[in-house]
């Protein structure tokens, strides 16, 4: 997956490698077409899977806690 800088990368070998006017344009539409192909693919930031894998790594923790419970009430 692109992050940030690699777009960001992207972005400046195109200003080198055009003329002023038609940097600012083609950058702007790099950017947009990009921006487009990013949401149809429906990725998500690293920040984001970081945040539900630390959710998903607490409610493993609580469902391993529920069973020992709940083995331990039916051994009662």
Known sequence: MLNGNAIEQIISVLR???PQNLAVETERNVRAALGSV???LNLVTREELDVQNEVLARTR???AE??????ELERK
Not at 66 to 71: G, P, V
């Open 61 to 63: 923790t609580k469902i």
């Open 66 to 71: 529920l069973e020992k419970r709940i083995a």
């Open 16 to 18: 080198g490698a055009l």
């Open 38 to 40: 990013f949401e149809r």
